[in-house]
Each structure stands twice: as structure tokens, then as C-alpha cells.
């Protein structure tokens, strides 16, 4: 095995019959993975991190709501109804009545000044701009219920925003709905040590409800790449998924009961801590997964599995992407249950990551690389299934070359290879996002096939994604938007994932991007039953009104 890069001497390498293995607790080293514009975001939310520590309100400074700040001299985000055919609804407009209203409601806590408005209104990946005049920030489920029910009075279309960090244009206004914040509602309200359960509100930044949680020997079942900015109600809003779904499954195993404000400002209180409930409907699951547009979610109460005691990753270069299957199913049938992440990237990724974001490759170059980490009680008894496994992936020449971190800094470097692939894409130009469900054997069979169907037309075509869960993310960059481009892409993409009888969207919603392609994922059935929950919920359908669901013919 060549020796490629210059940190090469802080990993173990893999060969054949010659592994060191080193046990790296992957939960400490989460702080560390951010990246540095995610860490630069934890720190402007460093005045939010003083209150939910327990400091007066009078010192938090308000509004820190982007995932992404925007690149300094970068053009201005064309409005959403100059992009994408959409007329505005009959809502009203908001007036100085309004204004006063909610500030009788959230005193001090209504803001109309444009540059902090400027941020909220446009969606991180700088694809969407609405025009709202006004963002409420309420720090109670009572503030949302008297806000909503003065807005489903007026007729006033509302927005509710958690970290903004969605991928389909679901968390910002696309005309000029009122902007809902969870910001301020970041309290913890309960949490067991016995049984890890933990009650929060829906403002709770993930990354901080991680670490309250592992000072407790408890994680969260779930870990998003967005951590440092994404709010626990987003989060189950959209149902993400990321990469602890392999291992502790979906939010809709893991939410044990929710809070919601519906339209007309009612408060829904299924805020409850059973593993088990069959007592007629399980409301909360319509809520899971609906984008804000069946009620806000303003708490949660979700299971959180022990910390494991130990945690290895794994870093490897395949050949093809045969080989990458053969390693995953390898992997699935030997490390079983202590299997927790099977992460895969195209060398293109790594490209990128490497050119955008100078992040060095450290292994062989190859076609495709995995990161496979295993999460269990014993260190020792983790530590040999992992070699074992190594050793007969390396000696069956389904892995080229591979690396061990040894510590949580190498833990780090090894999964910002995966988590910074976002970022790296968003550097590279205008990136056409696609999240699909596939049959595994055929999915990366799409990326190829689109990188001979767009020629020069595209930058780059890259995939990448959670393997284990049968997720790729087709990621295509230009130099700017292109209509044309786009015109290539869809519905193509949309009807090859059909004809798999795979998902248009695999964890990250529909939002105002996608909502017209449901229909590739869902019968008309299933459509229509849909739009019938949403006008019995939201008959004036304010909630997130342009996202989700088609509109009605
Ligand atoms: O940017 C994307 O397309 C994927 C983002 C996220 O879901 C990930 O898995 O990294
Ligand atoms: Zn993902």
C-alpha cells in the first residue's frame, strides 16, 4: 500500500493480516465534527446556549437562526414566484393591527427590522427567498396558541421555522407568511435516567440536546450533519433521518408523544412517555413527517438509547460498487447488532471535499469509499468482529485500502470525509438535490446513467448517502441555476426512482420543492386522502401553505 497523504502517520492502515485496532468513543468526538462553519454557527449561538443554560432572558440576544451564514458578497437569492411558477393564495396581508396584536401576545419578541428579517427569509442552501414583513419568536406553547388563533382569524398564512436548515425549501415563506421561530422555545422539561426518555421543547438545538444527553450516559437516536443549528421540532417535522437511522431507526420508533398547536390555535397535548399506547389513533404519527402543515410542533418526548461504552470507524476504498455491496452485506451479516453506521461516497465526493474544503483522502485513491462504524458494550469483543471483518474484506479484494482512527480527532477527520460532502457541493455552484429511496443493488446505476444524459452540461454528478438505509443522495452542481438544466433532470429523475418503485424523498421532505412530485411516491388514493386531512385540519390552510402537497385540481 502507497503512503498518500500527509497525515497518514496519525492512522493505523488496514492490511491484510497486519490490523491494529483502536476503540474510539465516536459520541465524544460529535463537538468536534462539526464543521467550521456549522462550529461558527454554534458560536453565534452562544448568547442562545447562556439562556437554555439558565441565564435571565434580558441577556440573549435575539435572532440566530441560519444553519449557513451568507458567503460575504455572494448574489442576492432570486425570490422563489420569479423561479417557480407560483401564485400567492388570498391570505391577508399583514397590518399594523396585526403587529400590535402580536406584540401584546410576545412582547418584545416581534421583529420587522429587514436585515435580521433578510436571513429567515431565505433557505440556507440560498435557493428559495420569500418576502416576509415579520418573525414571531414565542417561548411558550400558549404564545403559539394565541398567535395561531389571531392568524387563523385574520386569515394570515404562517411559516413556522425551526433551524432552517432543510434541503427542499420547506422552511422559509415563499410570499409573505408570517415567520413562526421555535428559537426561544429551547427548554429541556424532563428527562429519566432510567428509562432515557427525555421531554423537550421544540426549540432545542440537537447538537445541545446531545450533549445533555451524553453527560447522562444517554444519545440521541439521531445525528444530522446540521446538528449544531437544527431544532428537535424540525427535525420531527420533517421526519429526517441521518445517520443513526441504520442502527436506532426512524423518528417515528424513537417520538414517543408530541405537543401541537393546530391552525386555529388549539393545543393538542399527546406530549406523552409510553413505550406503549394502543388507546385508539396514534395522532402524533400524522404529525411526524408534515412539514408544519398540520400544526406546530412545539414539544417532544423521545426515547433515547444508552451511550455505547464502545465505538469504532472504519474508513475503506473500494473498487466498485459491486464491491461496496458485497462489504455491506459482509458487514451486516457479521458485526450484526453492533453495525451503527454504513456510510458510502463516490470518488467525486471525495474530490470535492478534498478541492473545496481541503480534506485529505486518507487512504488509496478509489472509485468508491465506505465508512463503516460499529457501536457496542465491549470494547474487546467489538474490537475482534470489526478485524475479522476487515481482514476478509481486505484479503477477498472487496477493499482496496482502509484506515482505523485512533482517537477522537481521527474519529472526526473520518466522518467530516462523509458529513462535509453538503458543504463541499454548495461551494461548488448551484447544487440540484435529489434524496431517493432505491433498491440497494441498483443504486448508484441512476449516477451513472445521468452523467452520460447531462454531458458538460453539469459540473459534477455525484452520489453518496446511507447505504445502510438504502438512501442515495444524487447531488448534480452547475455553475448557476438553469432552467434547462433542470428541465434534464425532472421528472426524469423523479420517473426512473418510480419505475424502482423507490421514494422521491427518502428523509428530507417535500417541502416547496418536491410537492409536486408525491405523486411518483404515493397513489392518487393516497394524495387525495392527504389533502382531505389537511383541509379537515387546516381549513383555511395557513400552515406552511405552498409546501407538501399538490395543490388541489
Ligand atoms: O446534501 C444532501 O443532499 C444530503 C444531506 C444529508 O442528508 C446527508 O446525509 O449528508
Ligand atoms: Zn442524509
New binding site residues.
Partial sequence: MRNLCACRAVFFRLRAGAMVLHLVPRWSASLFRASPRWKKTYSQRASAQLKWLGCPRSVYSPLACRAYSKVSGSPEVMLTPERYPVQRLPFSTVSEEDLAAFECIIPGRVITDPEQLQTCNVDWLRTVRGCSKVLLRPQTSEEVSQILRHCYKRNLAVNPQGGNTGMVGGSVPVFDEVILSTALMNQVISFHDVSGILVCQAGCVLEELSRYVQERDFIMPLDLGAKGSCHIGGNVATNA??LRFLRYGSLRGTVLGLEVVLADGTILNCLTSLRKDNTGYDLKQMFIGSEGTLGVITAVSIVCPPRPKAVNVAFLGCPGFTEVLQTFRTCKGQLGEILSAFEFMDAECMQLVGQHLHLTNPVQESPFYVLVETSGSSAGHDAEKLTNVLEQVLNSGLVIDGTMATDQRKVQMLWALRERITEALSRDGYVFKY?LSLPVERLYDLVIDLRTRLGPRAKHVVGY??LGDG?L?LNVTAEAFSQELLGALEPYVYAWTAEQRGSVSA?HGLGFKKKNVLGYSKPPVAVKLMQQLKAMLDPKGILNPYKTLPARA
Fill in positions: 433521518g441521518g434524496d448517502g446511507h438512501n443522495h428523509e
